[in-house]
């Protein structure tokens, strides 16, 4: 039974659609200094996800921002959140709400990247600028710190899911951005998303979801961007346990939440 406040999609092309948007999700990495390991979850092309533990890039980790986390891009791994062995955690935070879904933000990284950093367009869309937040849900000392194995199951008492506000600008202002249509609106030209926001959040709980923006708005205030609208909603994705997508339950869902490095 579908939950209160949730509409079921039922339509066979549209959760397809939602199936190849989700693929489209850049990765997320967690830098392990004890391992000297990026842990990167991401959502494969194939549409298969997985917890893979790489070696930070041959060149160093080209840190750009602050609070605590950095962000940079590989071209193997996505657009990915790493730690410095001397930044300070705590800086930023939040709380993030998708459907049946709850994070509490553990690590917030605030950015603004251009088309240099990316290489290519965000989701190829060919809009070089965004800025926006990125926060991860779990024990982040842990994730820091632990003498994981290959064994991805561990990884799930520690990391509970991330979530990303971004907005296709340059540099911010206090002011509302519409939220995008994921499943209607990245194929658009590269300038008549200037000025659109999107978010999307993945929970690594109760069986796992994807949430895609379908409609809403990004509030800007200051270090924070607040959510307010509605999701496509994923749910019941089976992370990693070899169930497939089609046993998914499909609908949409609100969502609201802040985060910040304030």
């Not at 240099?116 to 367009?121: F, P, S, T």
């Not at 070089?128 to 926060?135: H, M």
């Not at 990004?218 to 169930?243: K, M, T, W």
């Amino acid at each position: 039974m579908t939950p209160a406040g949730q509409d079921r999609i039922t339509d066979a092309d549209m959760q397809q659609r939602l199936r190849e948007k989700a693929a489209q999700l850049p990765g997320v990495g967690v830098y392990n200094r004890r391992m000297n390991k990026v842990i990167v979850f991401k959502q494969n092309v194939d549409g298969s996800r997985s917890f893979n533990f790489v070696d930070p890039p041959t060149n160093g980790i080209n840190f750009a921002s602050s609070n605590g986390g950095e962000w940079t891009w590989s071209e193997s791994q996505g657009l990915m959140i790493l730690t410095e062995p001397s930044a300070g955690l705590g800086a930023g935070g939040g709380t993030v709400v998708a459907g049946n879904t709850s994070l509490d933000i553990d690590l917030a990284v605030c950015f603004s990247m251009g088309e240099d950093a990316l290489g290519e367009g965000l989701f190829d869309t060919g809009v070089g600028d965004v800025a926006g937040v990125i926060g991860i849900a779990g024990d982040f000392e842990a994730l820091m710190n632990g003498d994981f194995s290959e064994d991805e199951d561990d990884i799930f008492d520690y990391f509970h899911g991330f979530a990303y506000y971004l907005v296709y600008a340059d540099d911010l202002s206090n002011t509302g951005y519409e939220v995008l249509n994921w499943a209607e609106d990245l194929n658009q030209d590269p300038e008549d998303l200037d000025g659109f926001g999107f978010s999307f959040v993945v929970s690594f709980q109760n069986e796992g979801a994807i949430y895609i923006s379908s409609e809403g708005t990004l509030n800007v205030n200051g270090g924070s961007i607040g959510f307010n609208g509605n999701y496509y909603a994923i749910e019941g994705v089976g992370f990693f346990d070899d169930e497939e997508d089609d046993d998914a339950d499909y609908s949409v869902v609100s969502g609201f939440g802040s985060m910040g490095c304030d």
